[in-house]
């Protein structure tokens, strides 16, 4: 292996657009990578003429460098995709993002009216403090949305309970995300959040497309690239890196650096400094934990097995967390007379009874539990992979944020190494802020000065909470804590459809009663509503009468407790 002055130790999305950046300010940069493939876990795995997305990953961004770096790397094979995705929660499937009729027609009234409810309540008492995920979740959503559609899936994810995952993850990976803003969705097609978008970029044969261009293109700008070489260690001396330790299955190779790009797992990081790291440091590098994935990649004999791009099993019963159905990503994925191939998603720790089960057993659960589902025949399976992804997601446990400030002040005494990416900051960010943490990181090298902590837009949980966590809180921020603004427009439609469901089913009950006078009581409302009747037609104007006065009603509320708390 040739010496090189810069070293990207990654060959993920970050690591590949580091090196990328590098090449065009003029740096011929070596990228490390310990596996076979580019593109760490969002590699593209072939088999039997099959391709599997490892996790399936969308290309969508707000970020206009991304998206014309994206554009111009692949041209007319970067398709745009409609989504579809569904959950499948009770034996039901439920359209997500949400629709009306559909979530509605599965959940009957009465389930939906609780619903209703448990949000409304959940907007005029919420709890006081929200910094576990579970609770965060209840009050934006309430508590009994927030047990159906999120519970089981998040809880397969982490393999903790939701009490124990901290509120970061929510905050950073939906923000935005809320009950007005799925109902909105869901009726007008409308919204911002980034987890409800309807379409996104895909390439045409998965995303190993992507990074087999960035790295035809870092190679062709003077750049090298070694695969299944693993760096050991990072010998320093007085806070400069001078070399690398790099294996790949011979005698070990030591490579002098002027500069180190890292996007391996931090704790990693730690573990391989030469001198080692102060006890403190590794200790810390130790404690931060992560989740592992299985995925059973199964050749399917039949063409049309579900016309959703994924789904999300909210079934305790089955251990499967989510499938991916790779043709409807696209259909180039699917090998020539290979019907449909899928990939069902298994949560697990690295090493744990999951991990370590046989390929076969794998492959023999995953095909049971389609068949349990409702999905396909066990005898459809004809043939499947096992693909094995360790540290595939950092996890925000409840002591990860001490012990990452601790490592990162270490760094910091680092002149000329960087960690950037999903494992090199122990961030669960999206590909495009994994990117883009790279590109800025070279551009440090080449003089600038940016901040990679500060690349996620949602970056302001590390910033602003310090190891000493809330108890550094001064008391204003105390009570912005407790006492949560109120979304006005979200507590008015909350209002105001539940003020609308009341006088729609009494208006119902009376006129199913029946009797010589119909309800003379309720029909006393047509003084206030202007041709309301006791009979099918008042209940449906009386609906309509009770959105609009709870609506009114609930948004000056809202807006008259927010103004009162900004004025305290």
Same mark, same amino acid.
């Given at each position: 292996m040739n010496s090189a002055p810069v070293a990207v130790i990654g060959a993920g999305p970050a690591g590949l657009a580091a090196a990328y950046e590098l090449v065009n300010?003029?740096?011929?940069?070596? !990228?490390?990578?310990?596996? +076979?493939? =580019?593109?760490?876990? @969002?590699r593209t795995v072939t088999y039997q003429g099959c391709r599997f997305d490892i996790g399936g990953h969308r290309f969508f961004t707000k970020l206009s460098t991304i998206n014309r770096l994206w554009r111009n790397m692949l041209g007319p094979d970067f398709r745009l995709v409609q989504r579809k995705s569904?959950? =499948?929660?009770?034996? #039901?499937f439920f359209a997500y993002p949400l629709r009306t009729v559909n979530t509605i027609h599965n959940l009957g009234i009465v389930e939906s009216s609780r619903v209703l409810g448990s949000y409304l309540q959940a907007q005029l008492f919420p709890n006081p403090v929200e910094d576990t995920f579970d609770l965060w979740m209840s009050n934006r959503f309430g508590s009994r949305l927030f047990r159906m559609f999120f519970k089981a899936y998040t809880e397969k994810v982490w393999g903790l309970p939701c009490s124990a995952i901290?509120?970061?993850w929510a905050a950073q990976r939906i923000?935005? /995300? *809320?009950?007005?803003?799925?109902?909105?969705?869901? /009726?007008?097609?409308? %919204? *911002? +959040? #980034?987890? /409800?978008?309807?379409?996104?970029?895909?390439p045409k044969t998965g995303p190993g497309m992507m990074w087999d261009r960035f790295g035809a293109a870092i190679v062709r700008g003077g750049g090298a690239i070694q695969t299944e070489h693993v760096v050991t260690g990072l010998k320093h001396v007085s806070g400069f890196i001078k070399a690398l330790q790099v294996e790949n299955g011979q005698t070990p190779v030591e490579v002098p650096v002027e500069h180190v790009i890292s996007s391996m797992p931090i704790g990693n990081l730690i573990q391989t400094l030469d001198p080692p790291a102060p006890a403190e440091v590794q200790a810390a590098a130790r404690s931060l934990t992560y989740r592992a994935l299985v995925m059973a990649g199964l050749i399917v004999n039949r063409n049309n097995l579900f016309s959703d791009q994924w789904i999300y099993i909210h079934d305790p019963d089955v251990q499967v967390g989510r499938i991916q159905n790779f043709k409807n990503w696209s259909p180039e994925m699917a090998g020539?007379?290979?019907?449909?191939?899928?990939?069902?998603e298994y949560f697990c720790n690295e090493?744990?009874?999951?991990?370590?089960?046989? &390929?076969?057993?794998?492959? &023999?659960? @995953?095909?049971?539990?389609?068949?349990? =589902? %409702? =999905? @396909?025949? #066990?005898?459809? !399976?004809?043939?499947g992979i096992i693909? #094995?992804? @360790?540290?595939?997601y950092p996890i925000y446990d409840q002591g990860y944020r001490h012990s990452l400030a601790i490592i990162r002040r270490y760094l910091d005494g680092f002149a000329n190494l960087q960690t950037i990416g999903r494992n090199g900051t122990h961030s669960y960010n999206n590909m495009d802020h994994s990117m883009q943490s790279g590109i800025l990181a070279a551009r440090n090298i080449c003089g600038e000065r940016h901040n990679l902590w500060h690349v996620n837009e949602e970056s302001e949980y590390h910033e602003e909470l310090d190891d000493r966590g809330l108890n550094s809180l001064v008391p204003d921020d105390i009570v912005t804590q407790v006492f949560t603004r109120m979304d006005k427009r979200a507590f008015g439609a909350a209002v105001g459809m539940t003020a609308g469901l009341i006088i729609s089913l009494a208006t119902l009950w009376l006129v199913i009663k029946g009797g010589v006078v119909v309800g003379p009581k309720m029909a006393l409302l047509s003084q206030y509503f202007w041709g309301y009747t006791v009979t099918y037609q008042g209940a449906a104007l009386g609906a309509l009468y009770g959105f609009i006065t709870g609506f009114c009603g609930g948004w000056l509320f809202a807006g008259l407790r927010n103004f009162l708390l900004v004025f305290y």
């Open positions: 300010q003029g740096i011929k940069p070596q !990228v490390i990578e310990a596996g +076979a493939d =580019l593109g760490g876990i @969002a569904s959950i =499948l929660y009770n034996g #039901r901290q509120a970061d923000k935005g /995300l *809320s009950m007005i803003g799925i109902v909105t969705k869901a /009726l007008f097609g409308t %919204g *911002s +959040a #980034r987890t /409800l978008i309807d379409c996104f970029h895909y020539a007379g290979m019907p449909t191939n899928i990939g069902m090493g744990d009874q999951t991990w370590s089960m046989p &390929d076969k057993t794998i492959i &023999d659960m @995953a095909a049971g539990e389609l068949e349990k =589902l %409702g =999905l @396909a025949a #066990r005898c459809d !399976v004809i043939d693909i #094995r992804q @360790a540290k595939a």
